[in-house]
């Protein structure tokens, strides 16, 4: 009887291995995925086309570089090929000298200026910018845009002096303090001015002086432009407000008031209409009044 019972539960035991065996060997099949014949094929024509694909990628890699110079030390290739391709969406344009030379070349060409101003632009050099645009509208004389462009350059640079203009003044006051106290009238003239202050204020003066008649000439350049722009353009009324504003800072009252009313002309829906009226008001000569005329009466006597 225990005989029995011991090789019973020894021929259990195989059994129970047996099994346990089959079912690793079933779930490494399954993990492996080697139980679909088809997903397999799939992969193994994907690789073999895959090695054909990278023999025909390396002919076309060796072939383009050969193509393209890359090595040979030389400028074409690749460098070529992205010469004009800026990733970051600018553009460097023609440079000044590309541009002065173009101009040497082409004295007589319009773009060749336009190109030159456009690179003194790019450079913020105001006046080469100016410089340019002028001899382009002594060719182009009827091309309005430039023309408003030429003005507005103007315009900047003449508040450029205005602006230095009014430091120098302020430096010319600091130079001779003692002025700002003399008594005025005939006492302020019998004191007079230390020499020392005569001197600082005197040099001073000079430069802010300069830059007074810069501002000024920069000025009335800027609207001789505008009012061309005016001439071109007749029924353009930002072409008279644009007038109207230089001819302001010039001191051209009576010019800025008749711009202004043409632009109220042009454009009598402007939300801006209060103001401008206002301006006009403001800027007007103060009307004259008539002179008082005066009576004499004679009287006569007859003497006996």
Avoid at 168 to 189: D, H, I, M, V
């Amino acid at each position: 009887m225990a005989r029995a019972a011991v090789k019973a539960k020894q021929q259990a035991r195989a059994k129970a291995q047996q099994q346990h065996a089959k079912k690793g060997r079933g779930s490494r099949r399954k993990g492996s995925g080697g139980g679909n014949p088809n997903q397999q094929l799939f992969f193994e024509r994907m690789r073999r086309h895959a090695k054909w694909a990278y023999v025909v990628l390396a002919v076309l890699f060796a072939v383009t570089f050969a193509a393209l110079g890359v090595g040979s030390g030389s400028n074409s290739g690749l460098s070529q090929l992205f010469s004009g391709l800026n990733i970051f969406g600018g553009s460097s344009g023609t440079s000044i000298s590309q541009a002065q030379s173009e101009v040497a070349k082409n004295p007589k060409s319009a773009k060749a200026y336009r190109d030159l101003a456009t690179a003194y632009e790019a450079k913020s050099q105001i006046a080469g910018a100016i410089s340019a645009l002028q001899s382009y509208t002594a060719i182009k004389k009827k091309d309005a845009t430039v023309w408003a462009e030429l003005g507005g350059l103007q315009l900047q640079q003449a508040q450029t002096f205005a602006t230095a203009y009014q430091s120098a003044a302020n430096a010319q006051a600091l130079a001779a303090p003692g002025q700002t106290f003399l008594p005025s009238g005939t006492l302020g003239t019998a004191i007079g001015t230390s020499p020392i202050d005569q001197a600082m204020a005197a040099q001073a003066g000079t430069g802010a002086s300069t830059l007074y008649q810069q501002a000024l000439l920069t000025y009335q350049a800027a609207l001789a432009s505008y009012q061309t722009v005016g001439k071109l353009r007749p029924n353009d009324a930002n072409a008279q407000f644009n007038i109207a504003n230089v001819a302001r800072s010039a001191g051209d009252y009576a010019t800025a008031v008749t711009a202004l009313k043409k632009y109220l002309k042009l454009n009598p829906a402007t939300p801006q209409r209060a103001e401008v009226e206002a301006l006009i008001k403001q800027l007007s000569p103060a009307p004259t009044k008539p002179a008082k005329t005066t009576t004499t009466t004679t009287t006569t006597s007859s003497g006996k």
